[in-house]
């Protein structure tokens, strides 16, 4: 199949949309498919541009899938097309023409400095303006799928539009609903507004020939707004277990997990409560410096380490100071993932509660497949609930008190966390494997277009 890949967030990027969207694009052209993507230069979660892409030039580059994780250094070369200089990134150092690549097109786009909720909007609309000429003299290469991920659903038109002219099927992946979580969280307030935008997602949602997303409460919130149950699916995140490692490596012994231990001045005998991921707006970060804060003086033995990079960066990090039994850590690369998420003896999992089955967290993934129990601030009844229940503790959100308390039940008792750490593990093989999840997703594709065998 012919399959072009729209969406504001893209690999390189470590965290989220892009990291996923990243790894089906590379997984997908292993498997034979011809894949093109169309895209913004990596910026998220730092919300700055990195050298040497810019967010004010186009860029085309050929992507070389060497792996399923995309490789943490990329080796970078310029060429000129059609007297135009362009960027080519490529993830081997003996990539050629003849490996197997695909094409990536970067389009500028305007990056707030601080982040509210019109310069949100003001940042989707800059790629979707600038994408748009893009995707429609992509209509010319005759896609047989055109897929996009919502955020951003400003795309949604352009997106519909080059598949209607190619004669591909249109698919829109919903990762978030950026429209109910803006006013939920208070980004946007105007009621006007929001029946409006509310109207506009689903008119749209409802034009594609199938829509997806990543948990059951989000595709029954799919059905409220209109899209009929036959283009319905079930897309979740997913996780490659093999590069966390085998349950058995993880119960074990393993020199990886003492190499954050040394590197951040923590014993081995302490017991790490670990937040890695997006440090953003929905994630209520704000409970772990108050509950680390709670813990200081009576459980020395315990601490926290704060891992990420993101809007919400800079007041975490404020609130931690002067705290001893707190460990900052910038975003690492995916090739250290295995063993950050393997040093901790609980993962920690914030949540607003206005953000509740808008989302489901994608850090939650590997979390489950490396085999340790997690704590989450979910209200009971929300899905995110139901699916730490058996492999962890529920925590009312934004209750610095119930979550110390948590911590303090799990870390005072092993042998709870390795049979919760288990069942998480057991969840991630039978529902989360990324040759299962990206298999389905495959067939499906095969099914909506008639291309099976092509």
Not at 165 to 174: D, N, P, R, T, Y
Not at 182 to 198: D, E, M, T
Not at 240 to 252: K, T, V
Not at 353 to 367: F, I, Q, Y
Request: glycine share 8%.
């Amino acid at each position: 199949m012919k399959i072009l890949i729209y969406g504001i967030n893209f690999a390189p990027e470590l965290t989220g949309i892009g990291k996923y969207t990243g790894e089906m694009a590379d997984w997908l052209t292993k498997q034979g498919h011809e894949v093109r993507v169309v895209t913004a230069p990596p910026y998220y979660p730092a919300w700055r541009v990195d050298s040497p892409y810019s967010a004010t030039r186009y860029h085309k580059e050929i992507r070389h899938p060497a792996s399923l994780l995309p490789a943490t250094d990329a080796i970078y070369s310029n060429f000129e097309i059609k007297n135009k200089s362009l960027l080519a990134v490529t993830d081997s150092p003996v990539a050629s023409e003849q490996n197997s690549g695909y094409q990536v097109w970067r389009c500028p786009l305007w990056i707030p400095r601080a982040v509210n909720g019109l310069k949100r909007l003001l940042h989707l609309a800059s790629f979707a303006a600038t994408s748009f000429p893009i995707m429609l003299c992509q209509a010319l290469w005759r896609p047989d799928v055109v897929w996009m991920a919502a955020p951003a659903l400003m795309c949604a038109p352009g997106a519909w539009l080059t598949a209607r002219l190619a004669g591909a099927k249109a698919v829109i992946h919903i990762q978030d609903y950026e429209v109910d979580a803006a006013f939920q969280l208070g980004l946007l307030s105007n009621p006007v507004a929001r029946r409006l935008a509310l109207r506009c997602e689903r008119f749209l949602l409802r034009r594609f020939d199938l829509v997806s997303t990543i948990s059951g409460r989000m595709q029954q919130l799919a059905l409220k707004k209109g899209v009929d149950k036959a283009r319905l699916m079930f897309f979740p995140n997913w996780v490659d277990l093999a590069a966390i490692g085998s349950i058995a490596e993880l119960a074990g012994p393993r020199k990886a997990i003492d190499s954050y231990r040394l590197e951040l001045g923590i014993s081995s005998d302490a017991v790490v409560a670990l937040y890695s991921g997006n440090m953003g707006m929905k994630q209520g970060l704000e409970v772990l410096p108050q509950a680390a804060t709670l813990l200081a003086q009576s459980h020395p033995d315990v601490i926290f380490v704060f891992c990420g990079q993101g809007a919400g960066k800079a007041a975490l990090d404020i609130q931690c100071k002067g705290l001893s039994n707190v460990r900052l850590l910038p975003l690492q690369p995916l090739a250290r993932l295995g063993e950050l998420l393997s040093m901790a003896d609980i993962h920690l999992l914030p949540q607003r509660a206005d953000a509740a089955d808008l989302v489901m967290p994608s850090k939650l993934t590997g979390m489950l497949a490396s085999g340790r129990p997690v704590i989450a601030t979910a209200a009971a009844g929300t899905e995110l609930a139901d699916v730490v229940a058996s492999c962890g503790l529920i925590v009312p959100p934004e209750n610095p008190k119930a979550l110390a308390d948590a911590v303090v039940r799990l870390s005072s008792d092993g042998a709870l966390r390795q049979q919760l750490g288990r069942s998480g593990r057991r969840y991630a093989e039978q529902n989360l494997d990324v040759q299962v999840v990206l298999r389905r997703f495959e067939q499906t594709l095969h099914c909506i277009t008639g291309a099976a065998g092509r």
